[in-house]
């Protein structure tokens, strides 16, 4: 009886303080005194890793080796391997630290096996081994790290760890993956940080390169799909420094994740599932066939959207056709028509020199060549060398260059970035006689042109070259940015053209109604034609913005920095006494409600290009809202501020703007609320409180807009308003019906559901139930089909509450169509 109670105490005594007793084998550490034999075990404080000896699950021989697994998960999981090439063949082994001061495993003939091997300088007894909540092993004195497992990774990378190449203590922390799933010995597969010259991920077999995740940016590595990418983007840390030191790691909520480079290669992303007690994949690299390196051959390009996935890039052609035919892409691609390189340096060549074919959303080729070239040279300095057969441009990485063959290059869905292959002046024109007799008198025409072009260019230039105003205008934005603190807004002023008023109002016909192309937020939108032939839309902005001349400056500045191929770009602009115009490159196409709001042009926007479209908002908005420099709330989101490119891909206009016009405000609760009704969240409307999430809001209106191809504020049958048209339907389990009955299409069936859903998750009731945007996209991506179910979304308090607000506060009036409050609030 007394024997059973003592028992019972000595349970509880151990499960309470188990890592300090070396009698149970929950002990987190091995001292000089105490050793672990091969059944005896280290246990972390959380009770969430185990250190000791192991043999590999179905493995067939019995050897042991020393390393770290999950403690809790049934099947054996292991993350780190001490003795991966030197197993003990029986149970005799020991773990212990020598007289040495490092910890070493010996067998039962006390014969050497795996140490540490670090030169220490303190008494053996005065270090020990401690095995850390994050599954860190550490070898350690009183006050210094002596050796860590984290810094000798195997196949495992866990949350906390570091991975990639730091320059200063030339570590290399990279996996290495096991030989086969029961033996841990070595493998022929090593996932590592190569710089060459930009830093990105590299798979490895033997050395040679299976998989890359193209070069890092700044945000992400721009060769990885979006699900991928979206990784980087949430909890990752990447710390770089471009001379060689590239680390990235990263936090979960808990330890019970890993990636892990198996012995087939890939990299597996795992976490683990609470409720079926099971690792999940969450992601596999590399994920698709073209996604293997080089599997096209040099000069061919990958694309999962085509069959077969192979083709050559414009220009070249397969070496066998036949080979080629039947997949056998290893006959590769030759350039069809030899290049006339020397006739573009030796330059007026009459159009004879060599051109660029641009490839939009592509991965990059591997072996590329760093140049300091500007956005503007970049093509001139890949032009101007022989060698050279490609370049791209990204604003996080420069301008990149290609020579030689290129390989390894794939079209990729959403990400991806615009590649320009270097071809023959002749493979813009197709061919055949008659085609060459008018491309012949085409030229003469163009030549002409041109003439004429050169010469309205001299008289243009013929005015006073410098003009003073603007000069001193320079003069002042540099003294006031020289002086600035904030080192993120130190931009090159003389980077942004300014423009002379009299130019714009000569380009836009003095401002005339004929071509006013619309109102926008903050004043309205003219076409205009530049001397030079360019056309433009001009913003005049309304005026009393009260704001500074400086800020607006240094504002647009920054705004114009702002490069996405979902953003409409700023050209420049001009402050010319009261009047304040900004320049932006003209959009044929107008904007997104011209489209879907009119019966006759609904039908030109099928599904796809419906699809394409709210996915481009997406990418655009993620932009703003995680530019590294800047965060950008946009505010006033909104259909008529989706303008469509030629191709019918969206770019966002107007952002910034809101922040222009606000700068001096508290930027958490503003009185003045910029925005239109029926695209303001309800925390925005009623309070003014804005965040990311005020834009999702925003953007979910939006979807159900594209989707629908009905205005918010049109109302259904009962008198229901779009949003809350959509919640019915979707409670009904109709969500589908919503569409445009000219897109509908049984085979979209799902994506439109989906889209709804998004949508619908878009527009709840509370910000904190809101996805952000990179979530949103996620769910535009993923095949997953387990996304969050919506809830009520805030269509119904908002009219009453945001009646009885607006009463009280007299400056701020809801207008109640479709116009932008700042045209009211602005003044
Ligand atoms: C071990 O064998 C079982 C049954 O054959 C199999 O289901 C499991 O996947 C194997 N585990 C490993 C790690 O090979
Ligand atoms: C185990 O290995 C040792 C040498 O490392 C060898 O002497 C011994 O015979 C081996 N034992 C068995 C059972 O293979
Ligand atoms: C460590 O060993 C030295 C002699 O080697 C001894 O004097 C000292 O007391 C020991 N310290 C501890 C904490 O055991
Ligand atoms: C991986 O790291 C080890 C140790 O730093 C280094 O010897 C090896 O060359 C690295 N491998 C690769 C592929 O970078
Ligand atoms: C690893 O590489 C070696 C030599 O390069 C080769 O003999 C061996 O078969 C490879 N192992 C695997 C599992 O591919
Ligand atoms: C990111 O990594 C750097 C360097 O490893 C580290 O100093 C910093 O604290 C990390 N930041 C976060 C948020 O984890
Ligand atoms: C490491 O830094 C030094 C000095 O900054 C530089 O010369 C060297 O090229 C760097 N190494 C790498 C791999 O970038
Ligand atoms: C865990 O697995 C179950 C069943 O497959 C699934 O419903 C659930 O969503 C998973 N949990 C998480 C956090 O993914
Ligand atoms: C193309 O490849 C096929 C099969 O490998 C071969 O028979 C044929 O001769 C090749 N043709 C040329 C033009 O090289
Ligand atoms: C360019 O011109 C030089 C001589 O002027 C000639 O040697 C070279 O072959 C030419 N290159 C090409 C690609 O035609
Ligand atoms: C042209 O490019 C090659 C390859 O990048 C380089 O080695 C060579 O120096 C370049 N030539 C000139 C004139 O820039």
Redesign the pocket.
């Known amino acids: 009886m007394v024997i059973r109670g003592c028992f019972l105490v000595l349970i509880l005594f151990a499960t309470f303080s188990c890592f300090s007793l070396k009698l149970c084998f929950g002990q987190d550490r091995i001292t000089f005194s105490t050793p672990i034999k091969d059944s005896e075990t280290l246990l972390c404080n959380n009770g969430i890793f185990r250190f000791g000896f192991f043999t590999p699950l179905n493995s067939t021989t019995r050897l042991r080796y020393v390393g770290i697994w999950y403690d809790k998960v049934q099947v054996q999981t292991v993350v780190w391997v001490a003795n991966k090439d030197t197993p003990i063949n029986d149970t005799s082994g020991v773990i212990s630290i020598s007289d040495k001061g490092n910890l070493v495993v010996t067998n039962g003939l006390n014969r050497l096996v795996w140490s540490t091997n670090v030169a220490v300088t303190v008494a053996p007894n005065a270090t020990w081994v401690q095995l850390m909540d994050t599954g860190n092993l550490r070898l350690q004195d009183n006050g210094e790290i002596l050796w860590e497992s984290f810094k000798h990774p195997y196949n495992s990378f866990l949350p906390v760890m570091n991975f990639g190449?730091n320059?200063r203590t030339g570590e290399n922390l990279n996996l290495t993956s096991w030989k086969s799933n029961t033996d841990p010995s070595t493998g022929n597969y090593t996932a590592c940080i190569s710089?060459s010259p930009f830093p990105q991920i590299m798979i490895l077999k033997s050395n040679v390169p299976i998989w890359r995740s193209g070069p890092w940016n700044g945000q992400i590595f721009i060769g990885l799909p979006d699900s991928i990418s979206l990784l980087f983007l949430d909890g990752f840390n990447v710390s770089n420094d471009n001379?060689?030191t590239f680390l990235i790691s990263y936090a979960t909520d808990s330890f019970m994740h890993h990636f892990n480079l198996d012995p087939d290669g890939n990299l597996y992303m795992r976490s683990w599932n609470t409720s079926t007690r099971a690792w999940m994949v969450d992601a596999i690299i590399p994920s698709t066939t073209c996604d293997a390196y080089n599997i096209c051959g040099p000069f061919a390009s990958c694309s999962l959207q085509e069959v077969p996935p192979c083709k050559c890039v414009r220009g070249y052609v397969p070496r066998n056709i036949t080979e080629w035919n039947r997949g056998i892409f290893t006959s590769e691609c030759v350039r069809r028509v030899p290049l006339k390189c020397n006739a573009s340096t030796g330059g007026g060549g009459g159009g004879k020199g060599d051109g660029f074919f641009k490839m939009q959303k592509m991965k990059v080729p591997a072996n590329v060549e760093k140049s300091i070239a500007n956005e503007k040279d970049c093509p001139k300095q890949c032009i101007n060398n022989c060698s050279c057969t490609a370049y791209a441009y990204d604003r996080g990485i420069g301008c990149m260059l290609w020579s030689g063959s290129l390989v390894d290059m794939q079209s990729l869905l959403g990400s991806g970035i615009d590649l320009y292959i270097r071809v023959s002046h002749s493979e813009f024109k197709t061919h055949g006689k008659r085609t060459v007799m008018i491309t012949a008198s085409v030229l003469g025409v163009v030549f002409i042109a041109a003439v004429c072009v050169l010469l309205a260019c001299r008289t243009f230039k013929k005015r006073p070259e410098k003009d003073r105003s603007a000069e001193l205008l320079f003069q002042r934005m540099e003294e006031l940015t020289s002086g600035n603190e904030s080192a993120s807004k130190q931009v090159k002023l003389k980077d942004l053209p300014l423009f002379e008023f009299e130019v714009l109002a000569t380009s836009t016909d003095n401002f005339s109604l004929r071509n006013k192309l619309g109102q926008g937020g903050f004043g309205p939108v003219y076409k205009g034609i530049l001397p030079e032939g360019q056309e433009i839309a001009v913003k005049r902005l309304s005026r009393a913005s009260g704001q500074g001349l400086e800020e607006l400056l240094n504002e647009v500045v920054v705004i114009s920095k702002l490069q996405h191929r979902n953003l409409v770009k700023l050209l420049g602009c001009c402050i010319e006494g009261e009047e304040r115009l900004l320049v932006y490159e003209y959009m044929p196409k107008k904007s997104l409600d011209a489209y879907l709001f009119d019966t006759l042009r609904q039908s030109i926007l099928d599904w796809k290009a419906r699809f394409n479209i709210i996915e481009g908002i997406c990418r655009g908005l993620l932009y703003l809202h995680r530019d590294s420099r800047l965060k950008i709330i946009h505010r006033d989101l909104k259909a008529s501020n989706i303008l469509l490119d030629e191709n019918l891909n969206p770019k966002i206009s107007d952002f910034g703007l809101a922040r222009v016009f606000q700068v001096n405000e508290d930027e958490a609760n503003t009185r003045r609320v910029v925005g239109t009704y029926g695209y303001m969240s309800p925390e925005y409307a009623m309070e003014g409180f804005f965040s990311e999430k005020s834009d999702v809001f925003s953007l979910g209106v939006i979807f159900l807009e594209i989707i629908s191809g009905k205005k918010n504020s049109h109302k259904e049958d009962n008198n229901l308003n779009l949003l809350a048209y959509a919640w019915k339907l979707w409670n009904d389990g109709q969500a589908a019906s919503l569409a445009d009955p000219t897109v509908f299409d049984e085979c979209f069936e799902k994506e439109i559901t989906k889209c709804v859903q998004i949508g619908l998750l878009c527009v709840q009731e509370f910000a904190s139930d809101r996805p952000n945007v990179s979530t949103v996209i996620w769910m535009l991506t993923t095949e997953n089909t387990n996304l969050p179910v919506p809830k009520q979304p805030a269509f119904i308090v908002r009219r009453r509450v945001s009646e009885a607000e607006c009463s009280d506060q007299s400056s701020q009036k809801v207008s109640i169509n479709d116009v932008s409050l700042t045209a009211i609030t602005g003044r």
């Open positions: 190449t320059n710089h001379k060689g």
